[in-house]
Each structure stands twice: as structure tokens, then as C-alpha cells.
């Protein structure tokens, strides 16, 4: 799922106004993509992103063993002095438990349920996970920094921002004219070749966030959370028959957690996306496509 090159596809003087630009580069073994509708501030809100990408890994990178979740876990039962980042990121990871009735555990190896015997602020501050117990927070902690890193990005350089990373997107501040065109895909290399048939372009006109998850995808070799999600998966629901999932919401984040979900709930993924109210995009293992709820229009025809 990629930003398309709004620069190419703008016609000069279509609108008066500049053509979006983007910057790319390689961020938690994926690549990540900053977009601005004000040419001239992309630097100010490539900083912008830069300070929420260090906030995210001195809290939670699991290559840094001076980060909250290294020390958190380390701690092995016991409560440990936690920065405010991670502290949002752990309510972010049960609040998305909670709403999925487990099916976005952020614990691994561990009893289903396990997760509601995390203690935190007891000190205020601190956080305790159960004796033996291990965090993945990865799987909300991508959208939580897209999320961040969009809004933040979008206060400082006051201009529209899109920001995409590992197949998630969120945008923030004014769009502009036309929306942002983002191609859905199961697969981002094909995104980039335009060789996927089964991709789709829409268009998103407000502040909002957007997801797309796939176990096909997942059980090709990945990186960070995104490879243990299929550990998290198996077992709880039979996998199917959904191959793709997309999803529009408020939040990266709340679109991240409904992928994950409705992975899990299998056979009646749409109708717990349609008592969400959340819009969204299947594809099925037969390789037919359902749409659910207020789903994003596509672009009309050049």
C-alpha cells in the first residue's frame, strides 16, 4: 500500500496549487514515506517524523537493551519506571485487546486473558507484566507512530501530511485538491511495478487512517511483529478465508486493530466490521473482492 507520486500525476496548473512532494527511506526493516502538500516544509516535517521514530525506539526497539520494554521485561514480575511513550503505547496495545476481545493480544506464549494482569501505575509511573510474561507491541506500535508521526508532522510544518509505513498510512492536515491517492495492494513490491490485479486505487479527503494486512503476506519472511502475528493467530482461528484485509478509520491505529481482528475472526470478519461501522476492503483466498461499510471511492477515470 504506497502513496502514489502526486507530483507525476498532478497536471501544472490544474489548481494553482504546488504538487505534494515525498521523501523515502528504510525505517524497522520496511520502507517509510513522508508526504507534504507544501513542497518547501518537507524538511520540517521530515524532522517532525524523525523525533517520533527515536521516542518509538527508546521505547519498545527490541535491538536496544536500554529500552522501557527491555528493561520491563527484564524485570521479570516486577514494577519498572516507564517513559510517557511507552506508557501510550502499552494502553494503545490493550485498549486494542480489549475492543477485539483478545483476538490483539499483546502478550506472546502466554494464557489467553493474561493480558488483563498487566499493572500500571502501581507506583505512578511504573508498569508490571505477569511473572514469565512477554510484550510484543509492534503490531499497534507501527500504526501508533504513524498516527504520531502524521499529526505531529502536520502541526509543525501547518500543511498537509501523509505518512506510510509497512503498508499503513495516516494523514493529517488539510489534503490536497482531489485527496490523497493511495494504491491498496497485497504486496508493495507489486504496488510499485503496477503488477497486482488485484490493487486498487482510492482516495482519502479527511484526516484519517488506513491499514492493509494479509496472511499471505504474513507468511512470507518478515520483520519486527509483523512475522509473530501469524504465532498469534494460529491456533485462536482457522486462518481464511480472508487473504487481505484493508481498513479506513479514525487512526492508523484503530485501522491496524481491525485488520488484526478481523484476520482472527475469520468467516465473520465482515459482520464484526460492519458493527464497527468501520469501512473496509476483503479479498478473498478465491481471489473475489467484498466491501464493507462507507469503504473509500476510487479515483474517477483520467
Known amino acids: ?14 489548481t494553482g496549487a504546488p504538487a505534494p512532494v515525498s521523501q523515502s527511506f528504510p525505517l ?5 514515506t513522508v508526504t507534504v502538500t507544501e513542497p518547501d516544509r518537507l524538511g520540517i516535517a521530515r524532522e517532525a517524523v524523525d523525533r517520533v ?16 520494554l527491555a528493561r520491563v521485561h527484564a524485570a521479570a514480575g516486577r514494577p519498572v519506571q516507564v517513559g510517557a511513550t511507552f506508557h501510550a503505547l502499552l494502553w ?4 486494542a485487546a480489549e475492543v477485539t476481545g483478545g483476538r490483539a493480544d499483546p502478550l506472546v506464549r502466554a494464557p489467553r486473558g493474561a493480558w488483563r494482569s498487566i499493572v500500571i501505575d502501581e507506583p505512578p509511573g511504573s508498569v508490571r507484566l505477569p511473572a514469565g510474561a512477554t510484550l510484543d507491541l509492534w503490531p499497534t506500535a507501527k500504526p501508533f507512530a504513524v498516527d504520531r508521526a502524521a499529526e505531529l508532522a502536520a502541526g509543525e510544518a501547518r500543511c498537509g501530511v501523509l505518512f506510510s509505513l509497512d503498508q499503513k498510512v495516516s494523514v493529517a492536515g488539510p489534503p490536497p485538491a482531489g485527496g490523497w491517492r493511495i494504491r491498496i495492494t497485497e504486496d508493495p513490491r507489486e504496488a510499485r511495478r503496477g503488477d497486482d490485479p488485484l490493487g486498487r486505487d482510492i482516495l482519502l479527503r479527511a484526516p484519517c487512517g488506513l491499514a492493509t494486512c494479509g496472511l ?4 512470507r519472511p518478515a520483520s519486527g511483529g509483523v512475522a509473530r502475528l501469524v504465532d498469534r493467530l494460529a491456533g485462536r482461528q482457522p486462518r481464511g478465508p ?4 484493508s481498513v479506513t478509520a479514525d487512526s492508523c491505529v484503530d485501522a491496524g486493530t481491525a485488520c488484526t481482528a478481523a484476520l482472527a475472526y475469520g468467516h465473520e470478519a465482515a459482520d464484526w466490521l460492519q ?10 483466498e478465491d481471489g473475489w473482492v467484498l466491501t464493507v461499510g462507507n469503504w473509500p471511492a476510487a479515483p474517477s477515470p483520467a
Not at 521514530?53 to 522501557?68: L, N, T
Not at 480472508?242 to 484485509?245: G, H, I, N, P
Open 1 to 14: 500500500m504506497n502513496p502514489l507520486n502526486q507530483q507525476e500525476r498532478s497536471q501544472p496548473g490544474d
Open 28 to 32: 524497522w526493516g520496511a520502507t517509510a
Open 53 to 68: 521514530i527515536a521516542d518509538i525506539d527508546a521505547a519498545c526497539d527490541a535491538y536496544r537493551g536500554d529500552c522501557d
Open 92 to 95: 494503545t496495545a490493550l485498549h
Open 216 to 219: 499471505s503476506a504474513l507468511e
Open 242 to 245: 480472508w487473504r487481505t484485509v
Open 275 to 284: 458493527s464497527m461501522g468501520l469501512g473496509a476492503r476483503l479479498v478473498h
